[in-house]
T-cell receptor, first 116, second 113 residues
């Protein structure tokens, strides 16, 4: 176990709805990243949060947004859900400085989102 | 954009044999690489990592080799066990990308008893 937890484990939504996914980082880790993993593919980077601010973003539209709290836990919000948003959403945490290379990222078990 | 890819989508090996999973990366400036193992219904699990100033790194039953000349990464698993059956991803940390990891498409390792 990595110590990274996510909730809920599974979620079903309909097109156009909004969803909030949650992540608790490993103790002592101040950086949280979110990834989207479509079925049969590798994870795709959404964005990263460091000290409560977004610090890096992948190729995802603004309807994907997030928050990080003082205890380093994080939320991923997706508005106006589309069918293609169906995926496994992974949270990863790490320690060290935001831009430091070589700090291992530890992943949570993910939240599987199905959009109908 | 540049990306990380894998040569073999599926690898089937006999229990006890050694496994080699390969990965090609295209960003020659990437300086950190990681192998993850993902079992069905779980998140990626860190296996081993390597910085670009190294050619080889060994862990418990696993070895990662980095060939910067041909931009190739491999994961060697010794004495493969049924519990090693999973999808394996290589990932790179491109320069000036902070914490972002670029993942390949994955290789499924199947271990036959």
């Amino acid at each position: 176990e990595t110590g990274v937890t996510q909730s809920p484990t599974h979620l079903i939504k309909t097109r156009g709805q909004q969803v909030t996914l949650r992540c608790s980082s490993q103790s002592g880790h101040n950086t949280v990243s979110w990834y989207q993993q479509a079925l049969g593919q590798g994870p795709q980077f959404i964005f990263q949060y460091y000290r409560e601010e977004e610090n890096g973003r992948g190729n995802f539209p603004p309807r994907f947004s997030g928050l990080q709290f003082p205890n380093y836990s994080s939320e991923l919000n997706v508005n106006a859900l589309e069918l293609d948003d169906s995926a496994l959403y992974l949270c990863a945490s790490r320690g060290g400085l935001a831009g430091a290379v070589g700090e291992t990222q530890y992943f949570g078990p993910g939240t599987r989102l199905l959009v109908l | 954009g540049e990306s990380v890819g894998l040569h073999l989508p599926t690898l089937s090996v006999q229990e006890g044999d050694n496994s080699i999973i390969n990965c090609a990366y295209s960003n020659s400036a990437s300086d950190y690489f990681i192998w993850y193992k993902q079992e069905s219904g779980k998140g990626p699990q860190f296996i081993i990592d390597i910085r670009s100033n190294m050619d080889k790194r060994q862990g418990q039953r696993v070895t990662v080799l980095l060939n910067k000349t041909v931009k190739h990464l491999s994961l060697q698993i010794a004495a493969t066990q049924p519990g090693d059956s999973a999808v394996y991803f290589c990932a790179e940390n491109p320069p000036n990308a902070g914490n972002m990891l670029t993942f390949g498409g994955g290789t499924r390792l199947m271990v036959k008893p």
